[in-house]
């Protein structure tokens, strides 16, 4: 599969890849694998998605948030792989974090926006192992964050 002709099919606009901005790196590869830091939820205006999910965003905002985030990823990996996603083999895992109420149930709904996105895009190698798990808070109030692992041929 077409990972460029899949996203132009798709008509997905990527977000810039951006730096860190604290004292680690965006992706590191080790052997063949690729790690890839948490990416924060920032709308296609390039602006911070926050709240806390069951309180201020409802389960298919943070849906979208998480989108969000999956578009990050991908940008960043795009990026590690010097703009030839071909060189990916298969996506391992995402663990995505959500802030949200201490009664909100719906983490894996929220965190389904992200593993939706990777799968429409790399198709059967997008399919991945995940943990969604809930947060009281995130870094600048952000709503959701995804990290996550990608194998390279």
């Known amino acids: 599969m077409n990972y460029e002709n899949k996203i132009k ?7 810039e890849a951006k730096a860190p901005v ?5 992706t590191k ?5 690729l790690f890839v830091s ?5 709308d296609e205006n390039g602006q911070l998605i926050k709240g806390k999910v069951g309180k201020d965003l409802n389960t298919e905002s943070g849906y979208n948030a998480a989108k969000r985030c999956a578009l990050g990823i991908v940008a960043q990996v795009k990026k590690a792989c010097d703009n030839d996603l071909s060189k990916i083999k298969s996506c391992i895992k995402l663990t ?8 909100f ?14 799968a429409s895009i790399f ?3 997008g399919m991945h192992t995940r943990a969604a798990v809930s947060t009281n808070s995130l870094p600048l109030g952000v709503a959701v964050e995804v990290d996550a692992i990608f194998e390279l041929r």
């Open 96 to 103: 995505g974090f959500v802030n949200s109420t201490d009664d």
């Open 9 to 15: 099919e798709l008509n997905i606009k990527l977000p």
């Open 22 to 26: 604290g004292n680690y790196v965006a």
């Open 105 to 118: 149930t719906e983490q894996p709904k929220v965190i389904n926006g992200a593993s939706d996105l990777i």
């Open 29 to 33: 590869i080790s052997g063949k694998m």
């Open 38 to 42: 948490g990416q924060i939820s920032i």
């Open 123 to 125: 198709g059967n190698d």
